[in-house]
């Protein structure tokens, strides 16, 4: 299953495992894995005014605002290495990011995780990065209930919603995924 073209959203709370998913899908199916907290971390270690202000939005465990979030990543994707498919991870995160996001998207995978299991996750990370302090831990969790959930059902809606236990092996939860996309 090589060079297919899909445009997979994974959705998650923090600490759900989209990364490593993302990551494996990106080697089954050759389609690039894109996470935008990978591209605003990257850009908040710019010494820019900009990259200043994400880092300190991010380590405050706040999101970073639909406008400025739709322009970043809808620019990125408009590169070439994405005219195949992607796979996006932690965008949309809000309904008004979903709808003003006019990409194809065939399939929304949501890595169902709950609270607890997401901080213990994290808290056995090696790699523990600057945002991930307890109370921006806290803080992103309960954004997510409260602000990305209402997504779910925008794409439930829309019929391309697959529910996955995220809670079992890392194979077990890659073999969920793999179904659904077949």
Partial sequence: MK???MHIVLIGIQGAGKSTQGTMLSEKYNIPYLSSGHIFREMA?????LGRWLKET??????????????????YIEKPEYANGYI???FPRTVAQAK????SIEH???LNVSDKEALWRISGRTDVREDETLAALRKRISLFHSVTTPVLDYY???G??????????VEEVFAQITAVLK
């Fill in 160 to 169: 391309v919603l697959h529910e996955v236990d995220g809670e079992v092996s």
């Fill in 3 to 5: 060079d297919r073209t």
């Fill in 45 to 49: 270690k710019e010494k820019t005014k």
């Fill in 58 to 75: 991010m380590n405050s465990g706040a999101l970073i605002p639909d406008t400025t979030t739709l322009e970043i990543v809808l620019t």
């Fill in 156 to 158: 439930k809606d829309r």
């Fill in 100 to 103: 003003a996001f006019n990409g």
């Fill in 88 to 90: 996006l991870d932690g």
């Fill in 108 to 110: 929304v995978i949501y």
